[in-house]
């Protein structure tokens, strides 16, 4: 859980203006807290969707939005709902941007503005169970920076080698966490009066 002051902190930065000092303000006194009392650093992040019998989806929630993941129209969907896959290569471009962007602030390397963009190759083969040699996943991701920077070629590339380091998400699929997978059955219960 985060400190009122961590909080109150990261409230600060959602604003457009953020410079490197204000970035530092915000992250020193976390850096210090961390170092002191490492097992404050550690915080379990947790998604949680919903299934039911109205179709093959799961809503999930966002902190932002409500979003419907369902069959991608290479698996049978009719294109109407979120794949997950998007949403993987969706957080990734999103969590690469806000780390280039906290770098090249802290840096103090000028981005005027960018595009991010991420590719994944999948193999429906693998997913449908055509093929035991095709594999379920994607089989190479590619992320692209469009950059509108004066930056030199030289902070361009300290610019990526950061943000490939520093990019959780980007270093969950380049080194995979250790997964574990549970079910708890259980069976409804109708509501009674």
């Known amino acids: 859980m985060l400190s009122t002051r961590a909080a109150a902190n990261a409230a600060r930065m959602g604003g457009p203006d ?22 404050q650093a550690m915080v379990t992040l947790r998604a949680e969707g919903q299934v039911d019998d109205q179709g093959i989806s799961c809503s999930v929630a966002t902190g932002q939005a409500l979003a419907v993941a369902g ?15 998007d949403m993987l290569l969706q957080a990734l471009v999103a969590c690469a941007g806000v780390t280039l962007r906290a770098v090249a602030t802290s840096l103090q390397i000028p981005v005027a503005s960018g595009t ?6 999948l193999d429906f083969r693998g997913t449908l169970a055509v093929s035991k040699d095709a594999p379920v996943g994607f089989r190479s991701i590619r992320l692209t920076f469009d950059l509108d920077t004066e930056a ?32 708890r059955a259980a069976p409804s219960r109708p509501s009674g009066n």
Do not use: F, I, N
Not at 19 to 29: C, F, G, H, T
């Open 116 to 121: 991010v963009t991420a590719e994944g190759d």
């Open 71 to 85: 069959l991608h129209p290479a698996t049978g969907g009719d294109g109407s709902l979120a794949c997950s896959g």
């Open 152 to 183: 030199s070629a030289e902070q361009v590339q300290a610019l990526l080698r950061l943000t490939e380091r520093y990019c959780v998400v980007y270093q969950t699929l380049a080194q995979p966490a250790q997964m574990a997978m549970s079910a």
């Open 18 to 39: 953020v410079d490197s000092a204000e970035l530092r303000a915000v992250q020193q006194p976390l850096k210090d807290d961390y170092r002191e009392h490492p097992e």
